[in-house]
Nanobody, 128 residues
Framework: QVQLVESGGGLVQPGGSLRLSCAAD????????MTWVRQAPGKGLEWVSS????????KYADSVKGRFTISRDNVKNQLSLQMDSLKPNDTAVYYC?????????????????????RGQGTQVTVSS
């Protein structure tokens, strides 16, 4: 069974850092582009970042570019998101997500609706 389990969230002051992790199981992790999405209170899902199958290509939402870094370990089947210079409007539940189809490219990232599996999410709260 396909499973994604996020961890690493918490409460942090503005300007602080957190590192999120996502453990993947039940599918061939190395064959899938992987994505982080987030949902702020009262809002819909927002795409944050995606990473290519080999981890060499990445894309970021403008709102996080230069502050967040996505990475993956295809041996450990793990996806990560390093978040620096956090802002209060980064407060959200963060999910890792797997697209329905393998071999997607960061040149044409699947829409959120085209990601068929998300984890349970991890809460990130940025507040003083």
């Amino acid at each position: 069974q396909v499973q994604l389990v996020e961890s690493g969230g918490g409460l942090v002051q503005p300007g602080g850092s957190l590192r999120l992790s996502c453990a993947a199981d039940g599918f061939s992790f190395k064959d899938y582009l992987m994505t982080w999405v987030r949902q702020a209170p009262g809002k819909g899902l927002e795409w944050v970042s995606s990473i290519s199958l080999d981890g060499l290509a990445t894309k970021y939402a403008d709102s996080v570019k230069g502050r967040f870094t996505i990475s993956r370990d295809n041996v450990k089947n793990q996806l990560s998101l390093q978040m620096d210079s956090l802002k209060p409007n980064d407060t959200a539940v963060y999910y890792c997500a797997k697209p329905k189809s393998p071999y997607s490219s960061v040149l044409k990232i699947p829409s959120i609706d085209e990601h068929d599996v998300r984890g349970q999410g991890t809460q990130v709260t940025v507040s003083s």
